[in-house]
């Protein structure tokens, strides 16, 4: 973080296959000079997030925030925190502190650094995944459409930002019942991801396994086809599976059985789904 990189993009899982994408906010360039005390304790705060540890996680942005509050005002390391510890409380439903912060951060961005600026964008699109979280749809989507063109703007409409954005905003559609509206949001997710991420990219698979789904939903099993087989053939590659026959179709079976007893109930219906495409094929 303390390296002036804009953002860092992570991924969280909801509760079916579906990924969110988010951001722990970094220090942009307009930051003031480094406080060790704070870019300590915001660095081991987001080691922590990564790993697992939320608890040390917030206690350590809390640190951090105590260390930002000495700060000017309207200096960005408050924004960045306040972002982080955000993105902690929306994940523990703590929904109003999470709302809070990032309304204390988007005011410091839109002073300091403009209403369109990419810091901006990371910060509404984790309000909007917020919103998202209560089912407050009609709050979400008009910020997901600001970060689309926040992005488009400051990272370029191929970059992988533009497919985080696209993703987001066609899950919140899916919620909705809105297929018909998310399924060329996931195509162009796809498309930028090839480019960015690489096909094989675990990011952009599920992106596929989606897409597929929503497909399926819609009857258009031939669109679907070639998506499952595509999210099958990675699934087959990431657990071992080499061959195509029974056994291997039986094995992908145990897999998804596997998955939904640990709670995976999402990957394990694509999975599912995905084994009854290859085998009418």
Known sequence: MA?????KLLLRTGCSSALVWLFLAAVPVAAGPVDTAWAEAIDSGESAYRSGQKKVAEELFETALA???????TDVRRATTLNDLAVIYDETARYDKAEDCYTRALAIQEKVLGADSAEVATTLNNMANLYKDQRKY???EPMYQRVIGIYAKTKGPESEYMAMSYHNLALLYEHEGRLKDAIPLYKNAIEIGDKTMGPDNDHVIDLVGNLAAAYDHEGQKASAKPL???YLQS??????IED?????????RKFAAAMRKDGQNGNADLVEKAVQY????
Do not use: I, T, Y
């Open 3 to 7: 390296s002036g990189q804009l953002s």
């Open 67 to 73: 260390e930002a509050e000495k700060f000017p005002a």
């Open 138 to 140: 009609d709050k979400a």
């Open 228 to 230: 499952f087989h595509r």
């Open 235 to 240: 699934v087959k590659g990431a657990v071992g």
């Open 244 to 252: 195509d026959g029974p056994a291997a179709m039986a094995a992908l």
């Open 278 to 281: 290859e085998a009418g094929k």
